[in-house]
């Protein structure tokens, strides 16, 4: 089909009127869920995809360059520009905040904030200059007590919890449901005493929130149903140690370095232990924190921000968080 799909084309072939079709699109709740459905379903077979100029216009009433409306600056802070590559959470947020701004019309633009000739006045400046409005802060390599940035010019929401100040939207992974979910998978495959090794700069990172789910489940089931050893470097000694004093019979580990130490133990996964990561890892039950998913919930967050004109810090900071799901795989004993 050539040029790009309208509603009018949708409505047709939805079998429904243009201004339904509009609302459809916008979720609002004075279209019923199916007929939501059967116009989504319409679009995508039509390869619908908005225009993010018109969007965002009809959002604004003040004179803007529209030169780079459709561009989200995705910021990252690492030590080298693609430093954030070398874990697995953060390239998968990114995959997923570009497929969708790509579905909403939009598309990211990476900007390197400890690039040598980059400081936050002369990203404002490019910002600016540019006519861009959305911005996604991805994870930092370790919190970020305050970041400063002009907050006002700009339609913000970061990935995570590592930029704590000030309080912006952000979409995170539901860290304490995962880490409930993987232990109460754990139990109702008849371990018993499970282990939680985690490194303090990660939970750090995730605002404690996996320890906190340790806690409650020592709460429900006992001070023995979970041990939790949290390290600040990976140390082959330590984790002997511990294990040897604790004795669990399964594992949850957030550094996958861990799953070659306990081979190197002489350790067989799963007839001696069973072992979850805290992430998708090949040949092991996992936890997934969908990462995918996160990197889309902000960029959804941003784009509405944009559409309604909303600049500046939030007087009420929302935090969408996306629960995890359990993933199967041979480190575990299967359900009996």
Not at 165 to 177: G, K
Not at 258 to 286: H, T
């Amino acid at each position: 089909m050539a040029g790009r799909t309208n509603m009018r084309q949708i409505a047709t072939a939805a079998g429904v009127s243009v201004a339904t079709v509009s609302m459809a699109l916008r979720n609002s709740e004075k279209i019923t869920p199916e007929t939501r459905e059967k116009v989504r379903a319409a679009a995508a077979q039509l390869n619908y995809r908005p225009d993010p100029l018109i969007a965002a216009l009809s959002g604004r009433r003040r004179e803007q360059s529209p030169a780079s409306i459709d561009i989200i600056a995705y910021i990252t802070a690492y030590p080298t520009k693609e430093g954030w590559r070398e874990n697995r959470f953060s390239p998968a947020a990114y995959e997923g905040a570009c497929a969708r701004a790509s579905q909403r019309g939009y598309r990211i633009e990476h900007f390197w904030l400890r690039d040598a000739h980059m400081t936050t006045r002369r990203l404002t400046h490019i910002l600016r200059s540019r006519g861009i409005l959305g911005v996604c802060l991805a994870p930092f390599p370790d919190v970020v007590p305050q970041f400063q940035f002009p907050w006002d010019e700009f339609c913000c929401a970061a990935i995570g919890y590592t930029m704590r100040r000030p309080a912006i939207h952000r979409a995170c992974p539901h860290q304490f449901q995962g880490m409930q979910l993987a232990l109460s998978t754990l139990r109702l495959r008849g371990y018993k005493r499970i282990g939680v090794a985690l490194g303090k700069r990660v939970s750090k990172i995730v605002a404690h929130n996996w320890i906190a789910a340790v806690l409650m489940h020592q709460y429900e089931h006992g001070r023995s149903s979970a041990t939790c050893l949290i390290y600040e470097e990976s140390d082959r000694v330590e984790l002997t140690g511990w294990m040897r004093d604790n004795k669990p019979d399964a594992m949850i580990v957030s550094d996958i370095a861990l799953l070659e130490w306990f081979s190197d133990l002489g350790i067989s996964i799963p007839s001696d232990l069973a072992v979850v990561p805290l992430e998708r890892y090949p040949g092991y039950a996992c936890l997934d924190q969908k990462p995918h998913m996160v990197g889309a919930a902000a960029i959804d967050m941003i784009i509405g921000m944009i559409q309604r004109n909303e600049t500046g810090l939030p007087s009420d900071p929302k935090t969408v968080m996306v629960e995890g799901s359990w993933t199967e795989g041979p480190s575990v004993k299967p359900v009996a």
